[in-house]
């Protein structure tokens, strides 16, 4: 089984580009467009790794990093 990543990025092209060399790596990419998809998708999945831009419409990279740690800490 694979580690899971979770790219959260509003730009398609910056996610398209980091599943694409996370894949090459044999990591299995997951690729919500904003905050709010990224939090649905923590609470679906089991994520090992974030990789989340800062600058995002709905909800932005701070404000997701403040639920994470406050859930899963």
Known sequence: MSERVLVVDDEEVIRRY???QLFHCG???TEPED??????KLNQEKIDLIICDIVMP????????????SDHL
């Not at 905050?35 to 649905?40: D, N």
């Not at 709905?58 to 740690?69: A, S």
């Open 18 to 20: 980091l599943r694409i």
């Open 27 to 29: 990591f299995e990419v």
């Open 35 to 40: 905050g709010v998809e990224a939090l649905l």
């Open 58 to 69: 709905k909800k932005n990279g701070w404000e997701v990093l403040k639920k994470v740690r």
